[in-house]
């Protein structure tokens, strides 16, 4: 039996689970869950704790957060069967068209789990949308492959944030099924301070180029092979690095004053208003052994601020070498320095290539666009469960 598609024009009722700490999957679904609520859809973010970019105090955004017990006779807690009774419990209570998961480990599991306690007339559409290490990490891990595959298939639908990433869905997790690709969006706020004021906050001297690296420092974000790239730069004096760390920085000083370039590294913790920092910097710098988008550098783009990156993963598909910022090969540190150094002398390659990124964020890459492809998406899934 097969539900009908959701064809009408009212608003939709929707359940978003994330992943509610410092990450590009957390980010994109709390983004995307203020967008919805903006256009009328009613907004419910089931997770542990509320995520850290959900708006707090907007109309129809909801949070249910879902109490975890550390029970002593378990000795890993479990985070996967409370999670899926809040899933059926909201979904029921709040009659909810699509239940959306991002992140497929746990959530796309807690999902399938709550459409079995739910009687077929109140399940929602399941969509899980997968955004990386999800597939590429969990995916390959044969204790998780053959769970999130499973729980793919007995979704309504698949997504992934690039083409990439939809190969890698077939190739390395062997999931046979339809994959929608919808990239990601920034909707940035304003800035709140004006770019000479968060340059002289952070210590920037008058003609010193801002480099730019956000990131959650996972290892995958491979930091030594920033700092070693940084570390070739010269002239020296022309720039400072300022990390906007989703995590604790203070490990890799060590490396940094190793190198010799402990003076030239500025670190921000945990910020919020990144917009602040995104107009105040000069270039973007990447240096992930894989990435199946890249958001740092789509929030860079969005900004007029070109990046270069290892061309890894999807981010060729979000930059497009020499045009909208600089693609080196994989752990070239050598040509990835000399990319930069390029880029500090010559300022107005640097505003060509971020004219271009901004107008490369604005047309693919909008709120508006791809919102609207989601809305549509929802609309589209019909319940093979029925
Ligand atoms: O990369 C991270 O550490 C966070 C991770 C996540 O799942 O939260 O990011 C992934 O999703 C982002 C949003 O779709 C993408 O922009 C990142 O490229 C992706 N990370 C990886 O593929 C390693």
Redesign the pocket.
């Known amino acids: 039996l097969r539900k009908p598609p959701l064809m009408s024009d009212r608003p939709l009722r929707i359940g978003i689970t994330c992943?509610p700490s410092v990450?590009?999957?957390?980010?994109?679904a709390s983004e995307l869950g203020a967008e919805l609520a903006q256009r009328g859809h009613d907004v419910h973010f089931i997770s542990h704790a509320a995520p850290f970019r959900m708006p707090r105090n907007q109309p129809r955004i909801h949070f249910h957060p879902v109490q975890v017990n550390d029970y002593d006779l378990f000795k890993y807690p479990d985070y996967t069967l409370p999670l899926s009774v809040k899933m059926a419990e909201v979904a029921a209570a709040q009659r909810l068209d699509i239940l959306h998961v991002?992140?497929a480990v746990p959530h796309a599991t807690a999902a399938m789990l709550a459409m079995t306690m739910l009687p077929p007339g109140q399940r929602p559409r399941v969509v899980v949308?997968l955004?990386?290490?999800?597939v590429?990490l969990l995916g390959s891990d044969a204790g998780y492959g053959p769970a999130i595959r499973h729980a793919l298939e007995s979704a309504d639908a698949v997504t992934t944030?690039s083409r990439f990433?939809q190969g890698q869905v077939r190739t390395k997790l062997g999931y046979a099924g339809p994959v929608e690709v919808i990239p990601?969006f920034f909707a940035p706020q304003s800035p709140t301070r004006t770019r000479d004021t968060v340059r002289a906050e952070l210590g920037l001297a008058p003609g010193e180029a801002m480099l730019l690296h956000t990131?959650?420092l996972?290892p995958?974000?491979r930091i030594d092979l920033l700092l070693q790239t940084v570390a070739q730069i010269r002239p020296r004096e022309s720039f400072k690095l300022v990390v906007l760390a989703g995590g604790d920085f203070s490990g890799f000083m060590a490396e940094a004053a190793r190198l010799g370039i402990a003076d030239r590294v500025v670190v921000r913790e945990n910020v919020l208003a990144i917009e602040d920092y995104l107009h105040a910097a000069d270039l973007g710098l990447f240096t992930?052994e894989?990435?199946?988008?890249?958001?740092?550098i789509?929030e860079a783009m969005t900004f007029g601020c070109p990046s270069a990156a290892f061309a890894v993963?999807?981010i060729a598909e979000v930059v497009e070498d020499g045009r909208s910022g600089a693609l080196v090969p994989f752990g070239d540190t050598v040509a990835l320095a000399r990319a930069m150094e390029r880029l500090l002398a010559d300022p107005a390659r640097r505003d060509a290539l971020g004219t271009a990124a901004r107008e490369r964020a604005l047309a693919l890459f909008s709120a508006d666009r791809v919102v609207a492809r989601y809305v549509d998406f929802y609309r589209s899934v019909g319940s093979p469960q029925g």
């Open positions: 992943h990450g590009g999957s957390g980010i994109l991002h992140y949308t955004h990386g290490t999800d590429m944030v990433l990601n990131s959650n996972r995958v974000k992930s894989m990435e199946s988008f890249c958001l740092s789509l993963g999807g």
